[in-house]
Every structure is written in structure tokens, then in C-alpha cells.
């Protein structure tokens, strides 16, 4: 079987699901179900045999070495992490624990176990540590894309805090020759992501009749992904990928935050239109993100190149999914929506907050 890390959280749980539609090897998931993980979105799984899941934390070494030793995995997916920066902002500490120690954490427990396979089983083993394209920092509008050969420069807690468990991951297997992996990918949208990313935020709060919140002035660039496209990739690094190589996923999708809001409002206007305005009249200007990289890109030639992956969605199409998603399934908005969430909206866009 193979043992994913955070596999209730977003991108996790849609690898979790893709991969038992599309393989019959079992899934070990482990999540500590923080406000970011959700059951719910696994449900269609509850009965099935082939997903086993397990509460607990990367950071709890026991518990990792007992399910190592309970379930024999021959890879593991990692995921789990702290995953949204302005939540760094506000509490950097976290991040430290869970992306940090963490890692480091799952890392021993893995060199444990993998120390003691067979030849065959260790050459076999995979460990693939999914990381982000925030560690190569920030692009002027003109610089060439991030390739696998720039130079880390991390601006956030968060992205710094991915930063060093790559260059952990990195010298893992370096120094012990573990199998590793690492996939730096762009900014991924599609169903189930948690309402406080920038694409479900703005559905949410579109059909709430809320202000969509527009961090400075609009221009920042990020290169978005489907997430159902960076699943497939990293089924792909997982089959194929060179141990101790580095891949960076993206969709050749740039896109200027505005655009993206004013493309979302357009959908939302055919789909759900109020009597007698656009949901564009609900875009609202507020303070900017501090430190906020002006633009991210990926240079995913490596990945086509060497693996021969491409995705298959265009921004066009993947986006158009996720708003249908969204509206068909507001049950699942409301349920993940918790009291914690609301204090998390006043903590960042109340009065006061980091981004008003
Ligand atoms: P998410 O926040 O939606 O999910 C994270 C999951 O990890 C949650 O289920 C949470 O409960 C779990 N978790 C958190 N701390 C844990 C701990 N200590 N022990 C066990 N489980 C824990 O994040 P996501 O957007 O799905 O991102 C998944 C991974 O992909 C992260 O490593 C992130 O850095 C990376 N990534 C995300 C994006 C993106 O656009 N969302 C892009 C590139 C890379
Ligand atoms: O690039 C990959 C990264 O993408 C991942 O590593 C992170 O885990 C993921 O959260 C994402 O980070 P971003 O900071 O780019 O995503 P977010 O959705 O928070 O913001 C996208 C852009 O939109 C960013 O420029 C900030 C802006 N924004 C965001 C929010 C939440 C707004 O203008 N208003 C908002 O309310």
C-alpha cells in the first residue's frame, strides 16, 4: 500500500480519491484533521476497504513508527503542512511544527523503516515530499519562469517554512541515499478546496452576497493549476521520477489576481445571475498582503520532457468545473465552514486585520 500524509486536506484528498478510482492499491491516510482536514470530503470512502484512515500527527513519532511497522507502505506521499500564508502571517509557529519538524519527523520514521527492507523493498521505496513553487520567492514581469534550477529564496513564514523541509527531503538523500522525491507545484484550484484561498473565497463570498476581497492592487500573477492535474503529475513523478531529482508542475496558466476574480464574477453572473447587478459590483479593494510576492511561474518543461506529463486542463475549462463544483455542492462549503472559520475571517479581513 502506499501511506499518504494529509490526505483529508485539499489536494490530498483529491489524490486519495483519484487514486483508489483509478488504482487497487490501498491507501493509508493519515491527517491530524486540523481546521483543513475534513472527513466529509472522503465519505464516498467510509466503507471501502481499501482506504484506511488513521488521526494523527507527522509529529508524533511513536505513531508513525507503529503504522510504518503495521502497514509495510512501499511509498509515501506527503502532504500534510500548514498550507496558507496569511495564516503564516498571523502564526508563524505552527508552520514551524508542522512543515519543519514535522517533515523531519516523518523523515526518521521513514529512514527507520526503510533502513530495514530487503534490497529489492529498498530500492523499490519512494518517499515524495510535495512542495510549492513559494520557495523560489518572487518574479518581476519579466524574469523567465522558475525552473528546477533556481536558487531557493522563500518570502513568507509559510514558503520559508516549506523551504526547509525540501532542503531536509534534499539531504536525506543525500546523505542516506533514502529514495526521495520532491514536486514544487503552482497555485492548484478545483473541488474541495478550503474557502480561504483566493478561488473558493470569491465563489463563497460572491453567492453570500459578500465583498470579494482584492489584496492591493490586483496585479499579482499567480499560474494556476487544476488540481485533478497536479494529482495526475504526481502519480506520474511517483511511477517514473528519479530519486533525489526535484519537479516543478504548472499549467502555463498565468493569470493576474483581478483577472481571475473578474472571470469568476462573469461565470457566477451565466450560472447564478441576480436580478439587477453583476457580482463584479461586489469586488472590493482592501489593504495588501504583507510581503506578498508580485508573481509566481513554473517552467514545466523537465516534467514533459523527462515523464512525459502534460495537463489536461486549460484555466478555461478547469475553472468552469470548479464554479460548477462549488454550486453543486454548498452543503460541503457550509459544513467545513466552522466557528473557527469565522474568527478566522475577522482576524484577517476584520477591523485591525493584516488585510484591510
Ligand atoms: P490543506 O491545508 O488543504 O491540507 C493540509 C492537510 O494536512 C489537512 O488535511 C490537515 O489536517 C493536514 N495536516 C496539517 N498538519 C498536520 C500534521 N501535523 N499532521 C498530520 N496532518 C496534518 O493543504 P493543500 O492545499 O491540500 O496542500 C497540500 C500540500 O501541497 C501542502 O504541502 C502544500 O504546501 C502543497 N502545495 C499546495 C498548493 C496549493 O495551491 N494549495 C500548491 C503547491 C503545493
Ligand atoms: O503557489 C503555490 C501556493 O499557492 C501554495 O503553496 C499555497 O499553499 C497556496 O495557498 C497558494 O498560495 P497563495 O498565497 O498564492 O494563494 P491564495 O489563494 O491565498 O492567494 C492567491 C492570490 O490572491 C495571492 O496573490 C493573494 C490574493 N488574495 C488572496 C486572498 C485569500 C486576494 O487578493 N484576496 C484574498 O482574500
Redesign the pocket.
Known sequence: MILVTGGAGFIGANFVLDWLHASGEPVLNLDKLTYAGNLRTLKSQESNPRHVFVRADICDRATLDALFAQYNPRAVLHFA?E????RSIHGPAEFVQTNIVGTFTLLEAARAYWSALDAERQGAFRFLHV????VFGSLSATDPQFSEATPYAPN?P??AS?AASDHLVRSYHHTYGLPTLTTN????YGPYQFP????P??IANALGGRPL????D?Q????WLYVGDHCSAIREVLALGVPGETYNIGGWNEKK?ID??HTLCDLLDKSRPKAASSYRDQITY?KD?PG??RR?AIDARKLERELGWKPAETFETGLAKTVDWYLDNQDWVGEVVSGDYRKWVEL??GPGGT?R
Do not use: F, M, Q
Open positions: 503542512a498550507s496558507h500564508v496569511d512542495s510549492t513553487d513559494e513568507s509559510y514558503s516549506k507545484c503552482s497555485n492548484n480561504e484561498k483566493l478561488i473565497l470569491v476581497p482584492v489584496y492591493g490586483g499579482n500573477v499567480r499560474d489576481n481571475v476574480v482592501v498582503r506578498h510576492d509566481y484577517n479581513y488585510s
